[in-house]
Structures are given as structure tokens and as C-alpha cells.
């Protein structure tokens, strides 16, 4: 599966539309960026079930920022619209195959409903 470029006018649209969307922030004069591509890039086309998106930070500065975006390569996995992965640094390609199989394990049942509490706990 070939990546998709995420900014900020299709994001909602992306994240909110697809069960497991996969980010990766970069920008184009980034060393490390680069070789993480190449990492991600094999991801995406051993895991079809997953969106696997791209964020140039110099393009999209607001998308960046909005999610305090400091240092970059930064992988952001979420599923179910649930952020459960967010970490900067280029991962070699066992660390990215350990976040998608723990995110794909992940019982999200249990994961709403903490967030829930959380929620209800907040508003008390």
C-alpha cells in the first residue's frame, strides 16, 4: 500500500474514517527522515489494513503544531481515533513491526471505556 500525504484539510477525514491510520511526521531537509522512510514505506506494504500517512511539517505547520509537534521523524499511531503510540525518533524496522502488532492487540473495547471513565471522572 503506498502512502497517503496527511495535512490538515484531509485529516479528519483520514483519521476518523479508517480503523488504524499510521502517521508519520517529517520534513524534507531531515537526515533522519529519510532513512525512515524506506523503514515505513515496507510497513505499508506488509500491513493493508492499516493507513499508513505522511506529515510534511514544513508544509503542514498548523497539523503539526496542533499536535506539539518538537522534533521530527515523530510516528503517531491511532486507532479508533485513539492516539496509542506517540514517539519521536526513526525506528529500525523491528520496533515499527512491535508498535503495529501492540496497537493491532490491543483490546479497544478496554481502551474506550478508560477513557470514558477518565472523562466522567474529570467532569465530577
Not at 500517512?53 to 481515533?81: W, Y
Amino acid at each position: 500500500m503506498t502512502t497517503v500525504a496527511l495535512t490538515k484539510d484531509n485529516f479528519d477525514q483520514i483519521v476518523n474514517g479508517n480503523d488504524m491510520v499510521l502517521v508519520d511526521f517529517w520534513a524534507p531537509w531531515c537526515g533522519p527522515c529519510k532513512g525512515f522512510a524506506s523503514v515505513f514505506e515496507a510497513a505499508s506494504e506488509k500491513h493493508g489494513d492499516i493507513v499508513f500517512a505522511k506529515v510534511n511539517t514544513d508544509e503542514e505547520q498548523e497539523l503539526a503544531a496542533s499536535f506539539n509537534i518538537r522534533s521530527i521523524p515523530t510516528l503517531m499511531f491511532f486507532r479508533e481515533k485513539v492516539i496509542l503510540y506517540s514517539e519521536a525518533g526513526a525506528l529500525p524496522g523491528s520496533a515499527l513491526e512491535q508498535v503495529i502488532s501492540k496497537g493491532k492487540e490491543l483490546d479497544m473495547a478496554v481502551v474506550h471505556q478508560e477513557i470514558a471513565e477518565r472523562n466522567t471522572g474529570a467532569q465530577e
